[in-house]
């Protein structure tokens, strides 16, 4: 047969079933049929390589590994919304409308919480996918677009389109993602939203097709250009030419039947497939948004209701006891499982005996909880009026629950210690955060490898990690590890002995000695060998370090044992010295930088690392001696504080071209 008739004929067929499966949501082939008809085509496609297209199926595998993204700047720029928080909120909107317009009609859709993106279509194919940015200048982030499979690469449409929608993960996707990042002791995504907005920066196409994104899309660009006059008559459109579009939108005559959209869905979120953040209300009739106009960011004919924080019921079913790395014991209540904005939360911290006896926390009791921080769970209060007699009071054991050994509570503090420096737990704990991604981030020695490993004797101690090779052929009989994966593994670990100097005295789990403070004593003293011979004046004249961690990096680099495994490690080849990487830079030397509101060109961690490596310093809060505040979308109370103070805001648009000068 003719390669190219094939050819095509695979890339319709392909199409048909992607299109069922992830728009109609109604498979007609099976996977492997699916798969077989994929590798005909790549293989037909590197064999013929005349044929390749940027509208294939195949480049939905993801091929393109870019240095950096493009810059594009939006024909019309892409705004944002007004929020409402309730119905007040939304009765004033209501009637700012009216007074305009006195016969209107509204579309209710789902607020899909992921992140904007633009698509554009010329001559029926894909030809830029866009990050919104700052709203007027965007990314180019098209080779990934391409790997979205709800996002079709051609339609049947020849006039120039674009169309903007929600790029977002699944919350089965999300928890994919989250237990894979688990396995590897990667940092785990904080909530679908962030895990998105990560997966389309991805500079291997690869790694954002394997993240499994999908878009809705929410509105036509023009669309007076495509004949249409109302929003509804839009998403059709849309929806015709192949793209998904959230079927659960609905038409409303008031803001009554607004309201009562908004509480059925405030009820039914949980049951979605995906996060929602809240619900949009738009005008429908397109003709009338010149009327009702623009502010300088947002349409006035659309509004963001955006939920509150969502609180939960689910019973406590036992409080057990967890021993961390310095030996704390904290109580954790072990909840009915129950999906609280997107995850299913299982575990609560109690904090301590305290926080218990405060709250009258028991077994078997109701409580609310909410997610504090976005991510950690947290008891709000217990629901007293369905207690019943199986509630059963909490009491704090006097020995440790891992090793039976003595515990201590310092007069004055509120926690728990366990004494024995030998507990188990702690050793494992201290293991975990040694190989921890902010420490010597050793991928694929996550907590439950060094559980198993710590319990089959593998690994003991800081020092047996770098002897692991010996045990290379028992991890392949015994531990049932593939070669391929003990390969990666041992490279982890020998790729970390030539980590910096802050890395491993953070690893090594000093007490007081976080992130930040190896950072200060890495830099400032260099060499592992000036340790052992600090005075406590000589740590205390540092800014940063107090009595309080003078003490404990003293009595740490006095132990004998503590000085034993020092210099094994050291025999074993790891870098104990501190070289520094920042390369000063005019505009950040000795600057402090405030981070707020969303940021959508960096990762927080990523900004903050720039900053630090061209000699600036990220701090938390607004204040006098504040240099720069970078503000992204929806910045709050430090946007606030640093006009009322009169400190320097820019955009992040702005702090990329500081960045680029
Ligand atoms: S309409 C003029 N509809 O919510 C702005 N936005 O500030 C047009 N979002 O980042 C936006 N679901 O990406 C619209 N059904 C929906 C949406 C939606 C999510 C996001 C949007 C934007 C934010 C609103």
Wanted: glycine content about 6%.
């Amino acid at each position: 047969m003719n390669i190219k008739i094939r050819i095509d004929e695979l890339r319709r067929l392909l199409n048909r079933y992607n299109y069922e499966y992830y728009i109609e949501d109604n498979s007609t082939v099976s996977d492997q049929e699916f798969d077989d008809l994929l590798h005909e085509l790549i293989r037909l496609e590197n064999e013929n390589p005349e044929y390749k297209s940027d509208d294939s199926p195949t480049v939905r595998v993801g091929t393109v590994i870019l240095d950096k993204f493009e810059k594009v700047t939006h024909d019309i720029p892409m705004m944002s919304l007004n929020n409402a928080f309730n119905e007040d909120d939304l009765y004033a909107f209501d009637e700012r409308v009216r007074k305009v317009v006195s016969d209107v009609t509204y579309n209710v859709e789902l607020k899909i919480d992921g992140l904007a993106g633009s698509l554009k279509f010329e001559n029926g194919s894909l030809v830029l996918g866009a990050t919104r940015g700052n709203g007027v200048i965007g990314e180019n982030i098209t080779s990934n677009l391409r790997t979205v499979k709800s996002i079709p690469l051609s339609i049947d449409y020849d006039n120039n389109l674009e169309v903007r929608g929600e790029v977002f993960m699944s919350k089965k996707s999300f928890d994919k993602s989250n237990t894979e990042r688990r396995n590897l002791s990667q940092e785990e995504f904080k909530n679908p939203r962030n895990a998105a907005a990560g997966s389309v920066r991805q500079l291997d196409s690869k790694v954002a097709a394997s993240r499994n994104l999908d878009m809705f899309i929410y509105s036509v660009i023009s669309p007076v250009n495509h004949g249409l006059s109302t929003h509804i008559e839009s998403l059709d459109f849309a929806r015709k030419l192949g793209f998904k579009v959230n079927p659960l939108s609905k038409k409303c005559k008031t803001i009554e039947e607004v309201i009562e959209y908004i509480n059925i869905y405030t009820e039914k979120r949980n049951d979605l497939k995906y996060e929602i953040d809240g619900i949009v209300i738009k005008v429908d009739e397109l003709a009338l948004y010149d009327v009702i106009g623009y502010t300088a960011k947002s349409p006035k004919w659309a509004i963001a209701y955006k939920f509150p924080a969502e609180e939960v019921i689910t019973k406590i079913n036992s409080i057990t006891l967890q021993v961390g790395r310095t030996g704390q014991i904290t109580p954790v209540a072990n909840l009915d499982p129950v999906m609280v904005q997107g995850s299913t939360v299982s575990r609560a911290t109690l904090h301590n005996e305290d926080y218990i006896s405060e709250k009258d926390i028991r077994e078997n009791d109701y409580v609310v909880i909410r997610k504090a921080g976005d991510i950690i769970p947290e008891v709000v209060r217990i629901v007293l009026e369905r207690r019943t007699s199986e509630s059963k009071k909490f009491s704090m054991i006097s020995k440790c629950p891992v090793c039976n050994e003595d515990t201590s509570r310092k007069d004055g503090e509120v926690d728990l210690y366990c004494v024995n420096p030998f507990c188990d737990a702690k050793t494992i704990e201290g293991l975990i955060h040694f190989a921890s991604r902010k420490a010597m981030a050793i991928e694929g020695l996550g907590d439950r490898i060094i559980e198993q490993f710590y319990n089959d004797n593998l690994i003991k101690t800081i020092d047996d990690i770098y002897m692991l090779e010996k045990h290379r052929m028992d991890l392949v009989v015994k531990e049932g590890f593939g070669q391929k994966s003990i390969t990666k593994l041992l490279d982890s670990i020998e790729a970390s002995k030539n980590n910096n100097l802050d890395k491993f005295l953070f690893g090594l789990g000093i007490r007081h000695v976080g992130e930040k403070v190896s950072k200060v004593l890495a830099t400032k003293f260099k060499d592992i060998e000036n340790f052992y011979e600090l005075t406590k004046e000589e740590l205390t004249d540092v800014d940063e370090i107090g009595e309080v961690i003078a003490d404990s990096v003293i009595s740490y680099f006095n132990d004998d044992k503590n000085k034993e495994l020092l210099l094994k490690l050291k025999l074993l080849g790891l870098n104990m010295l501190y070289t520094s990487n920042v390369v000063l830079k005019e505009e950040f030397e000795g600057k402090t930088f405030v981070l707020t509101g969303k940021l959508e060109l960096y990762k927080r961690d990523e900004a903050k690392a720039l900053i630090e490596s061209l000699g600036g310093k990220v701090s938390g809060s607004v204040s006098k001696k504040t240099s720069f505040v970078v503000a992204g979308t929806d910045a709050g109370s430090k946007l606030t504080k640093a006009n009322q103070l009169g400190v320097k805001v820019i955009s992040e648009q702005d702090f990329k071209d500081l960045l680029d000068r």
